[in-house]
């Protein structure tokens, strides 16, 4: 049996337990989304856009669909999932792809918002879905988000109606328990004209290994509202990960995105941005830290369709062992887009002669009034540096450590929340242990 | 505390090694202020980078002591552990790492090494502060990236700061007085001049005499073409100052001519 019958022939079992089986629009499109998976397969090394990232391990991986109940959310203690907590901050908490509410908090929420499992709304209020999960999207090429949409179990649903303000950030928290096991998670946020929230996409492990997480975030932003999106990837090293971000902005809105990749085997993210209309502004910040033989990559694609556009991109890549990573950042300015300003910067710090990076800057203008930007950097350790630390009585590996850590830091200090950037720089710091404390 | 015997040194230069020190004969004691003084690509510099470790340069002949023992067995960082301190001529930029942050880790590296407690926070903040005032720095500097961002007299200044805080045992001051005005130089003149002690050697490499105005040296040494042409007390640097550079090198250049002469004699 190949991997896409595997794939299909676990539908025909699964469907009739996944949720929202009695809606004839949505059995719909998972039955489509299947058929177009059959179609195309996993993507290869032929596909432009996976050029340099194999997906063989995945394809080979053999990977459970459903939940085991002994691996239920009701086995995880709120003891074991306290140092991934950011406090301060909404908690909603999936294990295994599936909704946990005794590790999620139940705070009231501010009128207008809605904060709920995906998989509840469905069961309890799906046409508030039905516009938003029923429509053709522009990932379909993809042979991922395919799957996703056939398989899809569960993830975060937020709501904004017009000028509601979530002041309190919402973590969601993604937590893998059961080996193997492949889960495929949709998140979807509504953001109504004027509103406002933060959401944090944490994807961690609590001792599971070899398993595969399949996600796709859907972002919707109406005039003048404004989402952050913040993504900490801190999967298991032997885990799978691939992620799609698709924000669409409309009018005078604002979108941030932080992308924060740390873990996994293989890691792949797809952000996507439409700046569908005038005036609307995005920034895209990344850092990926890379070690042994880790493969990470970020592709992101800005389109910028109509006038007066703002896009800022900044990515940071740490590669040590012998990892391997790959960026591609496309900025599309289509003819319409006049006064579109986009800026792209990606740079790279290769710790070792055994890792890679393939980072790709792509450009594609239409317009002719706009003002672009873009530039690549792959570099190393600066020598002077170094000694300039040593000769101060620091030893060579804590010099090289502390300079490392100063590179990735950058990004870190970039981010404005503050119980998530405590928690990267600890993070930082376990892959540092030579930087002392300040 | 230091002897430098016949050293020689080299830099890669494509295929061949390039012969900067041509035999360098020195010997300090503890307690000393020595000046190195020389025109631009004497060596000067060289000898300084060679002292704290700089790897770049190939040590092709001599040996140099230190508190008795090889001075090239220890790594840089042993080095400045065991009390060299080099203010270098161009100070480093280190974007990231806060100047703080560098000083605390150097101190405690530094304490560690002797096996004292390394100190805390209060304690650090407090030694710091006083010496900030003291070569009258703003206190904001220490919270910004090591160097970036600052003046050509702060980088000066914050060298001066490094070695107050770490005391060492031989500072070796690279042109730390190229590109001060009057006001600054007085200021780490000043620096340099407090750290004077009977356990402490001090050597300072310059190309003008103005420094020694402020910090009279014991011993005064020029190198021309890597050797040392002429030692003398301060007031050699005086009658340079008056002669110029030319003097000595012209010494230097008869001096070469005698020694390829006497070279081809013996060959022939």
């Given at each position: 049996?190949t991997?896409?019958?595997?794939?299909?022939?676990?539908?025909?079992?699964?469907?009739?337990?996944?949720p929202?089986?009695?809606?004839?629009?949505?059995a719909?499109?998972?039955?489509?989304?299947?058929?177009?998976?059959?179609?195309?397969?996993?993507?290869t090394?032929?596909?432009?856009?996976?050029?340099y990232t194999?997906?063989?391990r995945?394809?080979k991986?053999?990977?459970?669909?459903?939940?085991?109940?002994?691996?239920?959310?009701?086995?995880?203690?709120?003891?074991?999932i306290?140092a991934?907590?950011?406090?301060g901050?909404?908690?909603?908490?999936?294990?295994?792809?599936r909704?946990?509410?005794?590790l999620?908090?139940?705070?009231?929420?501010?009128?207008?918002?809605?904060?709920?499992?995906?998989a509840?709304?469905?069961?309890?209020?799906?046409?508030?879905?039905?516009?938003?999960?029923?429509?053709?999207?522009?990932?379909?090429?993809?042979?991922?988000?395919?799957?996703?949409?056939?398989?899809?179990?569960?993830?975060?649903?937020?709501h904004?109606a017009a000028?509601?303000?979530?002041?309190?950030?919402?973590?969601?928290?993604?937590?893998?328990?059961?080996?193997?096991?492949?889960t495929?998670?949709?998140?979807?946020?509504?953001a109504?004209p004027g509103?406002?929230?933060?959401?944090?996409?944490?994807?961690?492990?609590?001792?599971?290994?070899?398993?595969?997480?399949?996600?796709?975030?859907?972002?919707?932003?109406?005039?003048?509202?404004m989402?952050?999106?913040?993504?900490?990837q801190?999967?298991?090293t032997?885990?799978?990960?691939?992620?799609?971000?698709?924000?669409d902005?409309?009018?005078?809105?604002r979108f941030?995105?932080s992308?924060?990749?740390l873990?996994?085997?293989?890691?792949?993210?797809d952000?996507?941005?439409?700046?569908?209309?005038?005036?609307?502004?995005?920034?895209?910040?990344?850092?990926?830290?890379?070690?042994?033989?880790?493969?990470?990559?970020?592709?992101?694609?800005?389109?910028?369709?109509?006038?007066?556009?703002?896009?800022?991109?900044?990515?940071?890549?740490?590669?040590?062992?012998?990892?391997?990573?790959?960026?591609n950042?496309?900025?599309?300015v289509?003819?319409?887009?006049?006064?579109?300003?986009?800026?792209?910067?990606?740079?790279?710090?290769?710790?070792?002669?055994?890792?890679?990076?393939?980072?790709?800057?792509?450009?594609?203008?239409?317009?002719?009034?706009?003002?672009c930007?873009?530039?690549?950097?792959?570099?190393?350790?600066?020598?002077?540096?170094?000694?300039?630390?040593?000769?101060?009585?620091i030893?060579?590996?804590?010099?090289?450590?502390?300079?490392?850590?100063?590179?990735?830091?950058?990004?870190?200090?970039r981010?404005?929340?503050?119980?998530?950037?405590?928690?990267?720089?600890?993070?930082?710091?376990?892959?540092?242990?030579?930087v002392?404390?300040? | 505390?230091?002897e430098?015997?016949?050293?020689?040194?080299?830099?890669?230069?494509?295929?061949?090694?390039?012969?900067i020190?041509?035999?360098?004969?020195?010997?300090?004691?503890?307690?000393?202020v020595?000046?190195?003084?020389?025109?631009?690509?004497?060596?000067?510099?060289?000898?300084?980078?060679?002292?704290?470790?700089?790897?770049?340069?190939?040590?092709?002949?001599?040996?140099?002591?230190?508190?008795g023992g090889?001075?090239?067995?220890?790594?840089?960082e042993?080095?400045?552990?065991?009390?060299?301190?080099?203010?270098?001529?161009?100070?480093?930029?280190?974007?990231?790492?806060?100047?703080?942050?560098?000083?605390?880790?150097?101190?405690?590296?530094?304490?560690?090494h002797r096996?004292?407690?390394?100190?805390?926070?209060?304690?650090?903040?407090?030694?710091?502060?006083?010496?900030l005032?003291?070569?009258?720095m703003?206190e904001?500097?220490?919270?910004r990236?090591?160097?970036?961002?600052?003046?050509?007299?702060?980088?000066?200044?914050?060298?001066?700061?490094?070695?107050?805080?770490?005391?060492p045992?031989l500072?070796?001051?690279?042109?730390?007085?190229?590109?001060?005005?009057?006001?600054?130089?007085?200021?780490?003149?000043?620096?340099?001049?407090s750290?004077r002690?009977?356990?402490?050697?001090?050597?300072?490499?310059?190309?003008?005499?103005?420094?020694l105005?402020?910090?009279?040296?014991?011993?005064?040494h020029?190198?021309?073409?890597?050797?040392?042409?002429?030692?003398g007390?301060?007031?050699?640097?005086?009658?340079?100052?008056r002669?110029?550079?030319?003097?000595?090198?012209?010494?230097?250049?008869?001096a070469?001519?005698?020694?390829?002469?006497?070279?081809?004699?013996?060959g022939?």
């Open positions: 049996m991997a896409v019958e595997h794939y299909l022939g676990q539908f025909a079992r699964l469907k009739a337990t996944l929202g089986r009695r809606l004839p629009w949505l719909k499109r998972r039955e489509a989304a299947l058929a177009a998976f059959a179609g195309q397969g996993f993507p090394l032929r596909d432009e856009d996976w050029k194999s997906v063989a995945i394809e991986g053999g990977f459970g669909l459903s939940p085991r109940a002994e691996t239920a959310a009701s086995t995880v203690s709120a003891d074991a306290e991934l907590v950011l406090p901050t909404q908690r909603l908490v999936f294990v295994d792809g909704y946990a509410p005794s999620s908090s139940a705070d009231p929420l501010p009128a207008g918002v809605t904060v709920a499992s995906l509840a709304m469905l069961e309890c209020d799906p046409e508030r879905l039905h516009p938003w999960l029923d429509r053709p999207r522009r990932d379909a090429a993809a042979g991922f988000a395919a799957l996703n949409a056939a398989y899809m179990a569960d993830g975060a649903y937020l904004l000028g509601a303000v979530l002041e309190r950030p919402l973590h969601v928290l993604f937590i893998a328990r059961e080996a193997n096991l492949a495929h998670s949709r998140n979807l946020v509504v109504e509103s406002r929230a933060c959401i944090v996409e944490h994807h961690a492990a609590l001792g599971a290994t070899g398993y595969f997480t399949n996600v796709t975030t859907d972002i919707v932003i109406g005039q003048d509202a989402i952050e999106h913040y993504k900490l801190e999967e298991s032997t885990a799978f990960h691939i992620a799609a971000v698709n924000a902005l409309a009018q005078g809105s941030a995105s992308s924060f990749a873990g996994g085997a293989l890691a792949r993210a952000i996507t941005v439409g700046l569908n209309a005038e005036g609307a502004e995005c920034t895209l910040d990344g850092l990926y830290m890379a070690d042994g033989h880790q493969h990470m990559d970020h592709h992101t694609r800005i389109d910028h369709a109509r006038p007066r556009g703002t896009s800022r991109e900044f990515y940071k890549g740490v590669l040590s062992g012998a990892a391997r990573a790959v960026f950042g496309k900025v599309v289509h003819a319409d887009a006049q006064k579109s300003d986009a800026a792209q910067t990606n740079r790279n710090l290769l710790l070792s002669d055994h890792a890679e990076i393939d980072t790709k800057p792509q450009l594609e203008i239409w317009a002719d009034d706009v003002k930007s873009h530039g690549a950097t792959v570099g190393q350790l600066d020598t002077e540096q170094i000694f300039y630390l040593r000769s101060r009585g030893d060579a590996q804590a010099a090289r450590a502390i300079l490392t850590y100063a590179f990735a830091a950058e990004m870190v200090e981010m404005p929340l503050a119980p998530l950037r405590a928690r990267l720089e600890w993070l930082l710091r376990g892959r540092l242990p030579q002392v404390q300040p | 505390m230091l430098i015997s016949n050293l020689h040194v080299g830099i890669e230069a494509g295929k061949t090694l390039q012969p020190l041509r035999g360098i004969d020195l010997v300090v004691k503890a307690g000393e020595h000046a190195v003084m020389g025109p631009n690509g004497s060596g000067k510099s060289t000898l300084a980078q060679v002292l704290a470790g700089r790897d770049s340069y190939t040590v092709t002949a001599g040996d140099v002591r230190y508190l090889n001075l090239f067995d220890l790594p840089p042993e080095r400045a552990r065991e009390g060299i301190f080099l203010a270098f001529q161009y100070p480093v930029e280190i974007p990231g790492v806060a100047n703080i942050y560098l000083l605390k880790a150097a101190l405690n590296a530094q304490r560690m096996g004292e407690p390394e100190l805390d926070a209060v304690d650090f903040l407090a030694l710091i502060k006083g010496q005032k003291r070569m009258g703003d904001a500097l220490l919270y990236p090591v160097n970036q961002g600052f003046s050509g007299g702060e980088k000066k200044r914050n060298e001066i700061l490094q070695m107050a805080v770490l005391e045992r500072a070796i001051l690279d042109e730390t007085d190229s590109g001060l005005d009057i006001d600054a130089l007085k200021v780490v003149a000043d620096g340099v001049q750290m002690s009977p356990e402490r050697a001090i050597i300072l490499v310059t190309h003008y005499q103005r420094l105005d402020y910090i009279v040296p014991d011993q005064v020029v190198l021309s073409q890597g050797r040392i042409a002429r030692s007390g301060p007031e050699l640097a005086l009658e340079l100052e002669r110029g550079y030319a003097w000595v090198d012209g010494d230097q250049v008869a070469s001519r005698a020694e390829a002469g006497s070279q081809r004699g013996a022939a």
